[in-house]
């Protein structure tokens, strides 16, 4: 049973993109019949999903209908976007891996393998689909079996300049004078200068 629970806590976190409780019961919830632009965003049908909106009326989550660049991302056609109530960028959904900040994102569609930026449109967080060396520090892909071995602490995390505040080793290397080993947390000083608010994980669900 403890496994188990373990296992279903590791999925949930992989997916959250997450907005705040509150402004979450806030939402409105209604599925769209047909392809919408809304507050100049194309949105796809949503089948037997909802969009989701905002207490003031501004979009919070929908599907793109087309390949789409947001905030200097390209986002490909059903990408499951969500955003603050200002406009301003929030998560996604990738539809498909997806190349973001210079990062391989891992997308396998909506509720899976979640994205986070920053509100200046920087990626903040996602995950990898395979070990991938970025700034010279080897990665961990992200996986379920990843996940829970490292405690939903897989997810690279980048700071509001697009530098690497934060991933977990792939393999052993040394970095300065500090020796890493599989599985240590890595973190580096930029983090410091990072913005915490958008990029926090947990990742997978909401």
Known sequence: MTYRLAIMTAVLM?????????????AARRPLGRDTV???????????????FHANGRLLECPLQR????????????????????????????????RLSGIACRGDGYRKWAVRFHRNGVLSLCFLR????????PCLSGTFLN??????????VLSTEGRLAQCMAARQFTRGATHYVK?????????ARSSTSDSSIPSRHR
């Not at 507050?39 to 989701?52: F, L, V, W």
């Not at 390949?67 to 960028?89: C, E, F, K, Y």
């Open 14 to 26: 992989a997916a959250s993109v997450g907005i705040g409780e509150e402004a979450l019961a806030q």
């Open 38 to 52: 809304i507050d100049g965003i194309p949105c796809q049908r949503t089948g037997n999903a909802s969009a989701e």
């Open 67 to 98: 390949d789409t660049v947001m905030w200097g991302q390209p986002l490909p056609a059903g990408t499951w976007i969500r955003l603050h109530d200002d406009g301003s960028a929030h998560g996604a959904w990738l539809s498909r891996d997806t």
């Open 130 to 137: 395979h070990d991938t060396v970025i700034e010279g520090v």
């Open 147 to 156: 996940e829970l071995r490292g405690r939903g602490r897989t997810g690279v």
């Open 183 to 191: 599985w240590d947390l890595v973190r580096l000083p930029v983090q």
